[in-house]
């Protein structure tokens, strides 16, 4: 039988019996409905009854024997115990700790089970970018480097890195599962060699990244794989090949597809990182979370989304949408520099200084050019001949058939002689 000691400081005051009270966190007992309470002489003052796992009843005896009131020297600065309407509260000298359990499988909290797992702030598998056991989407136009960012980034968990790019990390089991549908081995066995940097791969590293370049009856090929190996985290590259729900622009059907992979962090406590393409036509100058390709409910269901784009040829990951990001830290992206031999991203000090272009560019054969695009120069003998016929009152179509342009090209050209932009 399991007692619990209690001294009481005044033993002659009166005692009443109170009313149960209900303690607002989860006591583990051994299965007795009734626990008896004894104080310092082994007399017992009270009776705990447990009418189930997270509720107990205190009732004090109405009659107790007088104790011995004699005080020893270790008892002097023990506080009055003290019975009210919110429960026993212990002594402060005497900490009491709570058992729980913070099993992610679980699908139905009381409210004192989710007060008791006492978190302060959020925690993320990498701080700021990816927050735990959560889904999550890396996307960018092609050709950005998602694939080489998210190798780095597996590769650097399994070795089980202080930080990545910066921010610290939060890793528990050192695995990764990645489920690669546009690389294969080849692609990968490449990529992974130029991270790695000729360095001889560690033997206990060999199998801490699994790939699976197959999507057929993926889920469950996932939830096998994590029966045997729990991983950290689950790349999905990328999510237009796994996803398997039918209209991708449907919202409903989209949140009914990943609600399996929420159940899979919860059942299994890891990280799902989604890699995705934006949509044509929604390639904006600042990255937006609303430019991905298909439904919202793609966004609505992620908690981070994560932006890598190039800009003055600098790469930087920016947080389109951070649930659990304040907003100065998703002002403000990750400048990134990129090292071509070794594949691998690294923080850069700050933004890359836009390179002078010329406002308008036409290449040697005259045709027109969008602005920004270096090396390529106006053909100014077509130009200046172009303005001489114009002055000549030659008409624009007349002007093309004797150069051999396009039209459209010659009125661009009359037209940034006249506003000022080229001169003869």
Same mark, same amino acid.
Request: hydrophobic content about 35%; overall charge neutral.
């Given at each position: 039988?399991?007692?619990?000691?209690?001294?009481?400081?005044?033993? $002659?005051?009166?005692?009443?019996?109170?009313?149960?009270?209900?303690?607002?966190?989860?006591?583990?007992?051994?299965?007795?409905?009734?626990?008896?309470?004894?104080?310092?002489?082994?007399?017992?003052?009270?009776?705990?009854?447990?009418?189930?796992?997270?509720? &107990?009843?205190?009732?004090?005896?109405?009659?107790?024997?007088?104790?011995?009131?004699?005080?020893?020297?270790?008892?002097?600065?023990?506080?009055?115990?003290?019975?009210?309407?919110?429960?026993?509260?212990?002594?402060?000298?005497?900490?009491?700790?709570?058992?729980?359990? +913070?099993?992610?499988?679980?699908? /139905?909290?009381?409210?004192?089970?989710?007060?008791?797992?006492?978190?302060?702030? #959020?925690?993320?598998?990498?701080?700021?970018?990816?927050?735990?056991?959560?889904? $999550?989407?890396?996307?960018?136009?092609?050709?950005?480097?998602?694939?080489?960012?998210?190798?780095?980034?597996?590769?650097?968990?399994?070795?089980?890195?202080?930080?990545?790019?910066?921010?610290? +990390?939060?890793?528990?089991?050192?695995?990764?599962?990645?489920?690669?549908?546009? @690389?294969?081995?080849?692609?990968?066995?490449?990529?992974?060699?130029?991270?790695?940097?000729?360095?001889?791969?560690?033997?206990?590293?060999?199998?801490?990244?699994?790939? #699976?370049?197959?999507?057929? &009856?993926?889920?469950?090929?996932?939830?096998?794989?994590?029966?045997?190996?729990?991983?950290?985290?689950?790349?999905?590259?990328? +999510?237009?090949?796994?996803?398997?729900?039918?209209?991708?622009?449907?919202?409903?059907?989209?949140?009914?597809?990943?609600?399996?992979?929420?159940?899979?962090?919860?059942?299994?406590? %890891?990280?799902?990182? +989604?890699?995705?393409?934006?949509?044509?036509?929604?390639?904006?100058?600042?990255?937006?979370?609303?430019?991905?390709?298909?439904?919202?409910?793609?966004?609505?269901?992620?908690?981070?989304?994560?932006?890598?784009?190039?800009?003055?040829?600098?790469?930087?990951?920016?947080?389109?949408?951070?649930?659990?990001?304040?907003? /100065?830290?998703?002002?403000?992206?990750?400048?990134?520099?990129?090292?071509?031999?070794?594949?691998?991203?690294?923080?850069?000090?700050?933004?890359?200084?836009?390179? /002078?272009?010329?406002? %308008?560019?036409? @290449?040697?054969?005259?045709?027109?050019?969008?602005?920004?695009?270096?090396?390529?120069?106006?053909?100014?003998?077509?130009?200046?001949?172009?303005?001489?016929? @114009?002055?000549?009152?030659?008409?624009?179509?007349?002007?093309?058939?004797?150069?051999?342009?396009?039209? !459209?090209?010659?009125?661009?050209?009359?037209?940034?002689?006249?506003?000022?932009?080229? !001169? /003869?």
């Amino acid at each position: 039988m399991r007692f619990i000691n209690v001294q009481r400081k005044y033993p $002659n005051r009166s005692r009443k019996t109170h009313k149960p009270s209900m303690f607002d966190s989860k006591i583990k007992t051994e299965d007795h409905e009734k626990t008896p309470l004894q104080n310092a002489n082994n007399v017992e003052v009270a009776t705990l009854s447990i009418k189930d796992e997270n509720f &107990i009843h205190l009732e004090a005896n109405a009659e107790q024997p007088e104790i011995n009131e004699q005080k020893n020297d270790n008892e002097e600065n023990i506080p009055e115990p003290q019975v009210s309407s919110g429960g026993l509260k212990l002594p402060s000298k005497v900490p009491v700790e709570i058992a729980t359990s +913070f099993d992610m499988s679980k699908d /139905e909290w009381t409210l004192g089970e989710v007060v008791d797992l006492k978190i302060r702030e #959020i925690p993320f598998l990498v701080n700021k970018l990816i927050p735990l056991h959560t889904l $999550n989407v890396l996307a960018g136009q092609s050709e950005r480097g998602k694939s080489t960012l998210y190798t780095q980034l597996s590769l650097a968990i399994i070795r089980g890195d202080d930080e990545f790019l910066g921010c610290k +990390f939060n890793v528990t089991h050192k695995r990764v599962l990645v489920i690669s549908t546009e @690389d294969g081995p080849i692609a990968l066995s490449f990529r992974l060699n130029k991270q790695l940097n000729n360095v001889t791969l560690n033997p206990e590293l060999r199998d801490r990244i699994t790939f #699976i370049t197959n999507q057929d &009856i993926l889920e469950e090929r996932i939830e096998k794989h994590l029966e045997k190996n729990r991983v950290d985290l689950i790349v999905m590259d990328a +999510f237009a090949d796994v996803f398997t729900g039918g209209d991708i622009n449907s919202s409903p059907v989209v949140r009914r597809y990943l609600n399996t992979y929420v159940k899979i962090t919860q059942m299994y406590g %890891c990280t799902v990182l +989604f890699v995705h393409h934006v949509g044509k036509g929604r390639q904006g100058n600042k990255p937006e979370k609303d430019q991905l390709l298909g439904s919202t409910g793609i966004e609505g269901k992620m908690r981070n989304v994560l932006m890598l784009s190039i800009v003055n040829d600098q790469h930087q990951l920016s947080i389109a949408k951070g649930n659990y990001v304040n907003t /100065e830290d998703k002002k403000i992206p990750l400048y990134l520099n990129f090292d071509n031999n070794t594949l691998t991203f690294s923080r850069a000090d700050g933004p890359a200084k836009p390179k /002078e272009t010329e406002q %308008c560019g036409i @290449d040697s054969t005259g045709s027109s050019e969008a602005k920004g695009k270096p090396g390529r120069q106006k053909n100014m003998a077509l130009v200046n001949k172009a303005i001489q016929l @114009d002055k000549e009152g030659k008409s624009g179509v007349e002007i093309a058939k004797i150069i051999g342009m396009h039209k !459209s090209t010659i009125s661009k050209w009359i037209k940034e002689y006249k506003s000022g932009l080229v !001169s /003869e």
